[in-house]
């Protein structure tokens, strides 16, 4: 497993006797697992509150997404950077705090801005924002975030290339960052896998690589981060959290490493979408 403080940072699941909406669920059963590395069928059934082939169908899915490893009986845990990256994974989880997170980063972009947005989900769920935010220039290095703007009047799309990650559904690796390069944009807006009060992270070399290149061409820097990614570390460190101009994140957040935060940066909590 890498470095990635996922299983010690997070909190012991509790058992849920009625049954939870399926992400919900899904993300319930991960996180039980990763936290006791194995789980019989019948031990998740208990802990969601439905039948044993409601919870074998989630098990295949979570399987098929390379979340966990499947065997007769039950389930076991995959190292979490495996299934961290993976963007089918990461388009399911905490999907309203991301929205919020969106939200409240939407009201820093003005009309008339170019602005550049990475491949995570937070910043999809922005791109779907700001489709009526035009005139706008868009640099992206994310497929999705491209279909998104693709076609909209008054807008500037600009794609970066690279080498084309499955995994991420983007482009990245060395030929990604040097178009970077070339670029200035006016805000650049991006997410990453974890951060405590000093530093975010990253459990990917060539992930980080990317991010610092757009860091590098913003006047402005916005880190978007759901609350869970917080208190933790990965393998990489990416920048100091002094680099950025804002902080948005969800009212999950802690008291306490919110008021660690605001002492580095302007921090925008995001309550619940509307």
Known sequence: MTATGAPGGRTHPQAHPQARPQDARRQLITEYVLEHATATAAELAGLTGVSLMTVHRDLDELA????????????????SSVFESSLDYRLGVNRAEKEAVAAAAAELVEPGMSVML???????????LLVDA???????????????????????LIG?????????????????????????????????????????????????????????AGSRKVLLMDASK??????????????????VVDDGIEAELLGELRERVDVRVAGPAS
């Open 160 to 216: 970066l290339g690279g080498e084309y990650s499955h995994t991420h559904d983007s482009f990245l690796g060395v030929p990604c960052a040097e178009a970077i390069g070339g670029l200035s944009v006016d805000m650049v807006l991006v997410s990453t896998s974890a951060m405590d009060a000093r530093t975010t992270y990253h459990q990917e070399q060539d992930v980080v690589l990317v991010k610092r290149a757009m860091l590098a």
């Open 134 to 156: 035009a005139p706008l220039t868009v640099v992206t290095n994310a497929r999705r975030v491209l279909e998104v703007f693709a076609g909209v009047p008054r807008t500037r």
């Open 230 to 247: 917080t208190r933790r570390t990965a393998l990489h460190r990416l920048c100091p959290m002094d680099d950025f101009d804002h902080l």
């Open 64 to 79: 098929r997404l390379g979340v966990l490893r499947k065997f007769r009986g039950g389930v076991s845990a995959l190292p």
């Open 118 to 128: 990475d491949d995570s989900t937070t910043a999809l769920a922005l791109a779907r």
